[in-house]
């Protein structure tokens, strides 16, 4: 079993800043790609940003040179700093990691229990 914590979420005002931090733990060997995802309601889960384990990132077009996805592979974590937000960046926020346990050849996706961003106009 693994988990994943998210925090860092909350509320600032457009054009500010917040920073989002996730943590595994559990029955983890690797992880290899971890990464953001954000859901408002009504609306399917989307990318935001992701890291693999050598650090190569990814991110969504709507959030290019503003939000920065960085990884500490020895705590297992990943972090979002998120600037010049706006209103539409309002999304619970959630941490997902493609873990591979230490009984098993398989590679399980986790998600984490989501924490709420939300940009004032």
């Known amino acids: 079993q693994v988990q994943l914590v998210e925090s860092g979420g909350g509320l600032v005002q457009a054009g500010g800043s917040l920073r989002l931090s996730c943590a595994a733990s559990?029955?983890?060997?690797?992880?290899?790609?971890m990464g953001w995802y954000r859901q408002t309601p009504g609306k399917q889960r989307e990318l935001v940003a992701t890291v693999s384990s050598s650090g190569n990132t990814d991110y969504a077009d709507s959030v290019k040179g503003r939000f920065t996805i960085s990884r500490d592979n020895i705590k297992n974590a990943i972090f979002l700093q998120m600037k010049s937000l706006k209103f539409e960046d309002t999304a619970v926020y959630y941490c997902?990691?493609?873990?591979?346990?230490?009984?098993?050849?398989?590679?399980?996706?986790?998600w984490g229990q989501g924490t709420q961003v939300t940009v004032s106009s």
């Open positions: 559990g029955n983890i060997f690797s992880i290899n790609v």
């Open positions: 997902n990691a493609e873990v591979s346990p230490h009984d098993s050849s398989v590679t399980l996706d986790y």
